[in-house]
C-alpha cells in the first residue's frame, strides 16, 4: 500500500517556486535570446527545491541540515540573478519583485527549519 506523502510546505513552495524559474528560463531564450544567465538562474533557481527534497532524505540531522545550507546559498544566488536580470532589462520591476517576494518567503522558511533544528541537536 503507498501512503501519501505528509504535507511539506518548503517541499511545495520551493517546487512551485521551480516551475516559475523554469518558466522565465523558457521566456529569457524565446523571447529575449538570453542564454547565459537564464542558464545560471535556472541552475539556481531549480536547485534551492532539489536539495530541500534532498535534505527530507537526509540520513541525520548533521546532513538534514548542510542539505538545507546549500539550499539557502543557492536561494541568495538566484537572489542576485534576478536582481541582475532586472538591472539589465531583461525581465520587468514587476517580474523581479514577484519572484523576489516568493524566494525572500522561500529565504525565510529555510532561516527558520534550521534554527528550529539546530536548537534541538
Do not use: H
Not at 532524505?57 to 541540515?65: Q, V
Not at 524566494?103 to 529555510?110: D, G, Q
Amino acid at each position: 500500500m503507498v501512503y501519501p506523502e505528509k504535507e511539506n510546505i518548503i517541499l511545495d513552495k520551493t517546487y512551485n517556486y521551480a516551475i516559475r524559474i523554469v518558466k522565465l528560463y523558457q521566456y529569457l531564450c524565446k523571447e529575449k535570446k538570453e542564454f547565459e544567465l537564464s542558464r545560471q538562474i535556472l541552475r539556481s533557481g531549480t536547485s534551492i527545491g532539489a536539495n530541500v527534497e534532498e535534505s527530507v532524505g537526509g540520513l541525520s540531522r548533521k546532513d538534514f541540515l548542510a542539505k538545507l545550507g546549500v539550499s539557502y546559498r543557492e536561494a541568495r544566488e538566484t537572489r542576485f540573478w534576478l536582481k541582475l536580470l532586472r538591472d539589465t532589462n531583461y525581465i520587468s520591476t514587476e517580474q523581479c519583485d514577484s519572484l523576489l517576494e516568493d524566494l525572500e518567503e522561500i529565504i525565510r522558511i529555510i532561516t527558520a527549519i534550521q534554527k528550529t533544528t539546530k536548537s534541538n541537536i
